[in-house]
């Protein structure tokens, strides 16, 4: 054996000298001490050759624990007696990191003892450096150095996962592009990067994002007044650019986790449309809705869950508001509204009411509720001698029940009431669904054929579209009173009026104004030859007790 070593060491020789140009080498005995290294090794490593010979293979790594337990995992398998290969990241004389792939070697002499070791390197710290930049441009906002919103979405997802509260802020520059308009592009980066130095003052151990050109991202453990205070701390501290001072303010939104949202989008879209109100409102404003929105939520709760025992025990009241032909001049219509008082809610507004039955489901039992007491009464009318029409607000959800229309008839039969003298007012999103859905459609003529008529309510504030008129059995239309408020003060509206109107008419349909508050309004819709009119101008909302009393009743 030690013959056929003798034989071959002529080409070992050359083998290693030549691995010796390309590699970094090390030999070291059983205990780690470095007995030899070669030139390339002492190059990078900034040893001498004096000083580094007794040195231990861990003193090569830098002295953090994570790289010393790296350097004893290699070192254990080295004396198991198997070779290591892999990327390592080891130091300088003066501390300085560099990385290399290193191959060690154990050399096994006798009884399957680590006799030494050798390990070949090579430098790998420019694709390091490399690698760390394609990161950074990956993760980073190369800009100001914040984090970019890809970084932050996993950041956010991570202190989600550790159940971890904290409060997701977006700021925007306000009229960040104005500003722009006065400055040159270098003056514009100058802004970002002095608006970047002002956030890490004062947000300290936040984590801060750039998303956007003049948007931003603050996830902090602060309190709400003191995120809301950001704007006065941009006041105290100015920009100066260019010999001027630039008094820079932003619109925000505070949205906290887990309190007010639980998913990245959902915080960050939540933010975003609080940021929006703020500029809404002029800017200068860090909108939190973690308060205002969670009242508005537990209320909405509240009367969701206070609705149907309201229902159960009669709380709700249904009043009833004039409406007037014009030609005569005479009531020939009450509309019936619902309303609510609430010891605790105090008043429920139609406005905030619907919309939640609509959700929980309980709108059909206000429907009926609605339209029964409104049947009682045009019954009751209707048996003095005055067949007076009531008329009935409808929302399209309760026809998702396809028997809707047998149900209204029996409700009326049972209040003795002729179905000509109920009036269905829709919106134009029933009028929308209605055209979509054949069952309402269908529901909707059959009650038409019974003698109960259909006005269209909200006019012009929706899809507003005269197709309806000629698909849907519709014979009434309500001008909005969006319109008849600005009749006295926009010409263009008395001629949209006049517009709606006569087109209306032209099709035979019955033309009513809402909203009448002025005389002045009045006399222009005279003048305009509308058929009726309602509006506190007409007469205000009444009791059932009150519209039985004008009637001397
Ligand atoms: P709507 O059908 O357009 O009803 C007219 C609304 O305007 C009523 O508000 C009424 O009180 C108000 N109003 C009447 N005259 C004037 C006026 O001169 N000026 C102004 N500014 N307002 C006037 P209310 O009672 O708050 O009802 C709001 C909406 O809630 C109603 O609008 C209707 O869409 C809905 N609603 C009310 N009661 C019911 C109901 O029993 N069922 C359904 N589905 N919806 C209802
Ligand atoms: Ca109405
Ligand atoms: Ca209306």
Known sequence: MFSNYEQFKPELLDIMVQLEKFYMVTHMDKHGSITYTNKEFLAVSHWTPKRVLGKTFWQMFPDIEENQQEANQIWGQLLNGKPWSGSVKKTTRLGKSYYVKMTAIPIIRSEDQLFSVLTFEVDMTADFQIKEKLKKIAFFDYETGLMNRHNLEKTVNQLIAKKESFAFVYLAIDRFYTLQDFHSNESRKEIIHAFTNRLKRYFQNGQIARIGVNEFVILTQFGDWFIEGFNDFLKRYPIDIQSSTLAITTSGGIIRYPENQNTYTNLMNAAITAAQNATELGGEKIICLSTASHKALNRKSLIS????????????????????????????????????????????????????????????????????????????????GKPIVIAVNTSVREFISHTRNKQIMDILRKASCPPQLIQLEITEIFAFKAEEEKSIFRQMKQLKDEGIEFALDDFGTGYAS????????????????????????????????????????????????????????????????????????????????????????
């Open 305 to 384: 869950q206070k609705l149907l025992s309201a229902i159960e025990q009669e709380q709700l009241q249904v009043v009833y508001q004039p409406q007037i032909d014009r030609q005569t001049g005479e009531t020939t219509l009450y509309e019936a509204l619902i309303r609510w008082n609430d010891d605790e809610l105090g008043t429920v507004s139609p406005d905030e009411l619907i919309p939640i039955a609509e959700e929980n489901g309980l709108i059909e039992n206000i429907g009926t509720f609605v339209l029964t007491e409104a049947a009682e009464l045009a019954a009751t009318l209707n048996k003095a």
């Open 466 to 553: 005269f197709r309806y008129m000629q698909s849907l059995p519709i014979t009434k239309l309500k001008i909005d009173k969006l319109f008849i408020h600005s009749l006295t003060t926009h010409e263009q509206t008395k001629q949209l009026v006049n517009g709606m109107i006569q087109f209306a008419k032209s099709m035979n349909m019955y033309v009513i104004a809402e909203g009448v508050e002025t005389e002045a309004q009045e006399t222009i819709l005279h003048e305009l030859e509308i058929d009726a009119l309602q509006g506190y101008f007409i007469g205000a909302p009444i009791t059932q007790k009150q519209v039985l009393t004008t009637f001397q009743l």
